[in-house]
């Protein structure tokens, strides 16, 4: 019956989008036909068989046509087998390297596909959806893994919405198919030894293991099936921790923590990139202080911030970016740090952080955001991501700390102009220090003296400024800004900055261009 269906589907079934039925294929369909008649001759009688790209194809053109008898698919059962040779055919399996590179790209169509037939069956025919089908949608929830398209993932989140929706079906298949039933087997033999078995922080963990080579132990592709054979699996652990909520890891943390703290041990950069993510998704669901209380803070301080010295040169500039972007929000979610970065307004009152908190924040200060500077000031791109991290925490918590220096070595950098990014993080720093810590800002006048006027002149005397943004109106802008601020605050403790700047400007008139706006003050 469908002998021309299957053929045409052979010949075309991977042209065009898999949102639309190619011509070629919806006209190979017989004039009638029924659901048991797809059962029968489409899908077969082999329960462990899965549809490829061309069946599938095959199968979409004959669910979405109007020749389909609707009453025969009434069937539960028929559906549900429907639905699971579907499954099959979308699930990404295991292999010993992973998904193939060169199959990739009609892996990721084979998926699409799967998922619009899935939808459709879930919403026009009614179909339920058990948990054996729904486990291989959640790898296809995310739009960074390669075996996803562009509407896979608002399909796949929808698939998942539409059939967890009820009582408490989500958690149930979080906690038993999801987290016990895959996940589980994949991390166990990964787990680190600062937490147990059952989750729970270890009170004699054995030494770090980390960096162990594989010759001591077991291959990687046999500790790490995760990383190996089952690269979708951090994609279906990502889902597990966005689709839970406070009620869920209240009673649940302890099946995400071993998962999560193997991932976070991961060297791998992108891993651990995607680690640190998923930690801050996490991290925001949890109730507060739960894990304070369950003596796992400490615990995630540990296995994170040794991320904050991934520093060149060892590790490649781009990817020490991406790793310290990462990190940092990190740490600060497990200080309690809530201010967004960027914001240089008035400071707002923050909620008491406990001496664990303030122990932490001064860590990052210290041995993070000092440290990395000092060790690789030379790397612009990382100057510019410390200062617009120590600007989140002077928001936050007032601490001026050593970083003037930091900035004024920034700022005052001849070379400085050559990537004006950093300039303007380290001019954000600054605005962000005086409007924070004022009432202790007068035993720096003269070093902010200092870094305006030496970063304006170097501006100025740069004659091939790079192009794009900021602009060099856009950094001028920022510094007279910056000495409006500081004039504010030593009119209010009794100096005048027009007269400090006086001797200076009739020295180096192009000052006065800088300072004009506090020629009446």
């Not at 999560?260 to 930690?279: M, Y």
């Amino acid at each position: 019956m469908f002998e021309e269906l299957l053929k045409a589907a052979s010949q075309h079934g991977q042209v065009g989008s898999p949102a639309t039925v190619p011509s070629e294929i919806a006209q190979c369909l017989p004039s009638a036909f029924s659901l048991q008649d797809i059962l029968d001759e489409l899908v077969g009688s082999d329960s462990q068989e899965k549809g490829d790209i061309k069946s599938l194809r095959a199968l979409q053109a004959c669910i979405d046509s109007d020749r389909l008898d609707r009453e025969s698919c009434t069937q539960p059962e028929a559906l549900e087998r429907l639905a699971k040779y579907v499954a099959r055919g979308i699930s990404l399996g295991a292999s010993p390297s992973g998904i193939d590179a060169a199959k990739v790209k009609i892996a990721a169509a084979q998926g699409e596909l799967g998922l619009r037939i899935l939808s459709d069956l879930g919403n026009n025919l009614n179909a339920h959806l058990g948990p054996d089908v729904l486990l291989p949608v959640t790898a296809y929830t995310n739009s960074s893994d390669p075996w996803t398209t562009p509407a896979s993932p608002a399909l796949a989140s929808a698939i998942l919405d539409r059939s967890l929706d009820t009582g408490g079906s989500r958690a149930t298949f979080i906690t038993s198919t999801v987290l016990t039933g895959f996940l589980r087997p994949l991390f166990v033999k990964s787990r680190p030894s600062t937490v147990t078995a059952a989750g729970r922080k270890a009170e004699f963990p054995e030494p770090a293991s980390r960096y162990q080579s594989s010759l001591s132990g077991p291959p990687e592709t046999e500790t790490k099936p995760w990383k190996h054979g089952h690269r979708h699996a951090v994609a279906v652990f990502e889902w597990a921790v966005h689709a839970a909520d406070a009620e869920l890891l209240a009673r649940h943390w302890h099946m995400y923590t071993p998962m999560l703290l193997t991932l976070l041990d991961e060297p791998a950069a992108p891993v651990k990139v995607r680690a640190l993510s998923i930690f801050g998704a996490f991290w925001a669901r949890c109730p507060p202080s739960l894990m304070a209380r369950v003596g796992l803070a400490d615990v995630f301080e540990q296995a994170i911030f040794p991320a904050v010295l991934d520093l060149p040169s060892l590790t490649p500039e781009d990817e020490s970016v991406r790793i310290l972007d990462a990190a940092y929000p990190a740490l600060f979610q497990i200080t309690g740090l809530a201010y967004p970065e960027g914001d240089i307004g008035e400071p707002v009152k923050q909620a008491s952080f406990t001496d664990a908190q303030r122990k932490l924040l001064d860590k990052i200060i210290r041995e993070g955001i000092l440290v990395g500077y000092h060790h690789a000031s030379e790397y612009i791109r990382v100057t510019e991501l410390l200062c617009k991290k120590a600007q989140s925490i002077v928001n936050g918590m007032g601490i001026l700390s050593d970083l003037i220096p930091m900035i004024s070595s920034v700022a005052t950098d001849p070379f400085g102009t050559k990537y004006p990014p950093a300039l303007l993080a380290a001019i954000h720093l600054l605005q962000a220090i005086m409007r924070c810590c004022w009432p202790r800002i007068t035993g720096y006048n003269t070093d902010i003296v200092k870094v305006l006027t030496i970063c304006y002149l170097n501006i100025e005397d740069e004659d091939d400024y790079p192009q794009g943004a900021p602009s060099k109106e856009d950094v001028v802008s920022e510094l007279a800004k910056s000495a409006e601020i500081l004039s504010a605050i030593m009119k209010a403790n009794g100096d005048n900055l027009s007269e400090t700047m006086a001797p200076l400007i009739e020295k180096e008139p192009l000052l006065q261009n800088l300072f004009t706006p506090l020629k009446d003050d």
